[in-house]
């Protein structure tokens, strides 16, 4: 631009001369020399003072890009928030399919006991405690077998702190080969049962007969006493399992005794030994008047025959065929050591149906009846 510029002075310059005089015409020339290069250093002062205008501008924007220029370790910096945010979703979308299959394995557990027949009252093992025979227990001294454990279950947060021992008859290996005394006093029996009238002695625990369909009876008293627990936890009672499995090195006595000592009521399940079907019923206190005198028996009999009635009302409520009136006289082991409410309850015979079903109507039926009995 600078050399474009020169070329059109020059050629003014020439055309200048060409016009001018002799002198005049040199001094006119001199003086236009001297106007061409004074434009010509005003130009290039121009030109300079341009060229140093650019230099500053790209300068101040050079310097200004540095400043807003992000140095890399800067960037890594400001990019952590985001990083560290990204991380959190990712940890937390990864966590979600954990707890929502947790939720899902903890809904089914549930559906499961609702499906067994338990609900939110269900016991896990913090609920549950083992209790032996106490030697210091009073008629625990009676006892031949009693290193076995019971079992209390506890009801949830609705429970109304009645404990119910559920006593599943028979089912101890080696009970046949005890003998203990029928009662607590050493009088003799006063009526025919397993164990004849008279004797002073009977077996500890007998292995109960054997169903029709070769069902052994412990088996099924078992399979009842479960369903009957979660029956009554439902209800809100406490649940004290006496035999909690096949086995349990128990006798009738220490069974006895351990229900007294941690239960509000006890009540041992059998079927009856008949061919008949012929119903449910429960062993009642012999009418004798030297049985009904004897303690335990004299301060407790009412409280096991209102119990006993209470059963089989329950029972018969809810559709189950009744013995007779639903009674049946038998001097017991139980009985004689009892001392609380306590019942021997006959569920029918060998013939008798003892299916889940079945085992689930008697449950009811036993249930309603503790509960009318409790007032509840």
């Known amino acids: 631009m600078r050399k474009k510029f020169i070329c059109q002075v020059i ?18 020339i001199d003086e236009s020399k001297v106007s061409v290069e004074s434009s010509i250093t005003s130009v290039e002062s121009k030109e300079s003072r341009e060229v140093t205008d650019l230099k500053v501008v790209k300068k ?13 370790s800067a960037k890594e910096t400001f990019a952590a928030p985001e990083t560290a945010t990204e991380t959190a ?6 966590t979600k399919p954990v707890e929502e299959t947790s939720k899902k394995e903890e809904n089914s557990k549930k559906e499961e006991n609702f499906k067994k027949g338990a609900d939110s009252n269900q016991v896990d093992s913090n609920q549950t405690k083992e209790i032996g025979l106490d030697s210091g227990w009073e008629y625990a001294s009676f006892s031949k077998i009693n290193s076995g454990k019971a079992v209390l279950y506890k009801a949830g947060q609705n429970g109304n702190g009645i404990t119910i021992a559920v006593n599943a008859g028979h089912g101890t290996k080696g009970g046949s080969s005890q003998k203990t005394l029928c009662h607590p006093d050493g009088s003799a029996k006063v ?15 007998s292995e109960g007969m054997t169903f029709s369909d070769g069902t052994p009876e412990s088996t099924a ?20 399992m006496i035999r909690d499995g096949n086995d349990v090195q128990l006798d009738n006595i220490a069974r006895t005794v351990i229900a007294n000592n941690n239960s509000s009521a006890h009540i041992a399940l059998h079927w009856d030994s008949t061919s008949s079907n012929k119903g449910a019923f429960y062993m009642g206190v012999p009418d ?12 407790n009999w009412k409280k096991h025959e209102a119990l006993g009635k209470s059963l089989i009302n329950g029972l018969s409520q809810n ?11 038998m001097d017991l082991t139980q009985t004689s050591y009892s001392t609380i409410p306590s019942i021997d309850i006959e569920l029918g015979d060998k013939t008798s149906d003892h299916g889940k079903d079945t085992l689930r109507i008697l449950s009811k039926g036993i ?5 009318s009995y409790f007032g509840r």
């Open 367 to 371: 249930a309603d009846g503790i509960d």
């Open 11 to 28: 050629i003014l310059s020439g055309i200048l001369t060409a016009c001018a005089g002799n002198a005049g015409k040199s001094r006119g």
């Open 319 to 329: 559709g189950t065929k009744i013995f007779s009136k639903g009674r049946m006289e």
């Open 191 to 205: 009526t025919s049962g397993t164990t004849k009238a008279g004797a002073t002695t009977a077996i500890a625990v």
């Open 89 to 94: 979703k990712a940890k937390e979308e990864s």
């Open 60 to 72: 101040n924007v050079t310097a200004s890009q540095e400043e807003t220029t992000v140095p890399e």
């Open 288 to 299: 004798v008047a030297s049985y009904k005198s004897m303690e335990p028996v004299a301060s």
């Open 221 to 240: 008293t078992f399979e009842m006493a479960k369903v009957l627990k979660d029956e009554l936890l439902s209800r809100g009672y406490n649940v004290l």
